[in-house]
Each structure stands twice: as structure tokens, then as C-alpha cells.
Nanobody
Framework: QVQVVESGGGLVQAGGSLRLSCAASGSILKINAINWYRQGPGKQRELVAA???????NYADSVKGRFIISRDNAKNTVVLQMNSLKPEDTAVYYCNVHGVGVLSSLDSWGQGTQVTVSS
């Protein structure tokens, strides 16, 4: 069993900042990448940011220069620092973990955390 837990969502005014955390635990042998996705009202889920075990990062064009993803490999945690937030960033944010588990490959999701940006 693998557990993925997000935290840190909330309500913030446009231009503000929020920090999301994702912690993975359980029967994990290796994490290859941790991704943050989001799904806004009436929209499809989209990849926001990703980070590999080696530290390589990737961002959606819409968040480049505003969001920063970082990870603590020893703790299997990832932080998404979101700055200069815009109303269009309003969404449920999900953490997704890719890797290798004790019994099978990993593709695990958290329950999501709501981010609301008011104008």
C-alpha cells in the first residue's frame, strides 16, 4: 500500500502565495518522479510541474516563473511553491507519484487539495 497526501491548499488573493506539500509513504522501493496536476472548474486535468529523482524539473508554460517545485528524496516529499497567483490558478491540485513499489510499479495519486485565488 502506498499513501500520497497533499496539504497546504486554501484561499488567497491574486498576487499572493501558497505552498503545497506532498508526502508519499508505504511500500515504496524507489520514486522516479513526482508530479503536480490540477483540475479547474469545467477543465481537464493538466500537468503543472514535475520533478525527477535526479532533480530535473518541468513546468507548464502557464506557471513558469511563478511556481517552483522541489523535493526531499530522503523524506519522499515534494513542495510546490506557488507565487504571483492568478484567479485562473484556481483548481484542485493533485500529487502523483511514479516509481517502484514492493509488489508492483507505482502510479499513485493523492486525494487533492483545493486552491482558490480571488480577484
Amino acid at each position: 500500500q502506498v499513501q500520497v497526501v497533499e496539504s497546504g491548499g486554501g484561499l488567497v488573493q491574486a498576487g499572493g502565495s501558497l505552498r503545497l506539500s506532498c508526502a508519499a509513504s508505504g511500500s515504496i522501493l524507489k520514486i522516479n518522479a513526482i508530479n503536480w496536476y490540477r483540475q479547474g472548474p469545467g477543465k481537464q486535468r493538466e500537468l503543472v510541474a514535475a520533478i525527477t529523482s535526479g532533480g530535473s524539473t518541468n513546468y507548464a508554460d502557464s506557471v513558469k516563473g511563478r511556481f517552483i517545485i522541489s523535493r526531499d528524496n530522503a523524506k519522499n516529499t515534494v513542495v510546490l511553491q506557488m507565487n504571483s497567483l492568478k484567479p485562473e490558478d484556481t483548481a484542485v491540485y493533485y500529487c502523483n507519484v511514479h516509481g517502484v513499489g514492493v509488489l508492483s510499479s507505482l502510479d499513485s495519486w493523492g486525494q487533492g487539495t483545493q486552491v482558490t485565488v480571488s480577484s
